[in-house]
DNA sequence: GCGTATTTTGTCATTTTTTGGCATATATGA
DNA sequence: TCATATATGCCAAAAAATGACAAAATACGC
């Protein structure tokens, strides 16, 4: 299970090391070191690769031209990037991802149990603060727990 | 599997470098360095030829003159252009295809599983506005996943 | 606290990928 | 046929990604 929040640098070609705790949680539970980086809301989100082939398979039997198959993938598959962990621990994120986030200097690594997601420190920030207003609101709603 | 986004630049003949990690997986899971360009809603999508054959033996087993066969035909199969990757790793896209989607200066490939997508980059930041719209009502339909 | 081990970061060299340019070839249409 | 537009082959520059190594920072056990 992914867990905590981890600030890092991130080098200038886009380099940034995982969480050697996440790491070993890739390595024991997934044994892999493939991660798939895509988007959601305002955020980098991570998937080790197992995880993330379940979600590709099942949107593959889908049938193909249908509008909403179309625009989910247009969404959630246009925007995943793989990334193999390096012998240093470090993912690259492409370019086109740090852009969309502003992720510049450093970034924050939060752990979300099956994944985990990549912030830039200013939105995560201003996240945070609607984060407990908003907690409050969806606690009334989810009964199942 | 073809993921991920990239924005390269497109020469004024046509010609523009396929993303190196889409022609690993066409080397490697279809063995050919074919394709097949046709349009579809506002964008090029492009097929490696195994791909688009069973697409082609798909349609061939439609009753054949229904309306909606040969309407989905004409517009499909219709506007369909063979491309090989050169030595290089680029494609041409025909200007027939460049001027019908204002392809000019550069284009974002949009990795869709089983095939790919090519867009100006000014019709895809004007679609990309309303997709995460889309996404949200899109997962809703798409309960399996 | 101190020393050791692990983790994270910085840097440089190498390789791969993308782009630009130019010359030649092929097709198209008047 | 010739002019024009379109397509292809080839080479080299520019940009980006990757690998390897070492320094700095942090965590951990005693």
Redesign the interface.
Known sequence: MFRGQFIHKISGTGRISVPSKFRDNLKKKYKTNHL?LSTF?NSIICYPLPEWNK??D???K?P??K????????????????SEIDSEGRIMV?G?LRKKFNINNSAIFVGMLSRFEIWSEKDWKKDLANSFKKFQKSREVIDEI
Chains 1, 2 share one sequence.
């Open positions: 798939i809301e979600l590709e099942k949107i593959a889908l193909q031209f509008k909403e198959t179309v625009e989910f993938e247009r969404y959630l598959i246009g925007n995943a990037h793989e492409p086109i």
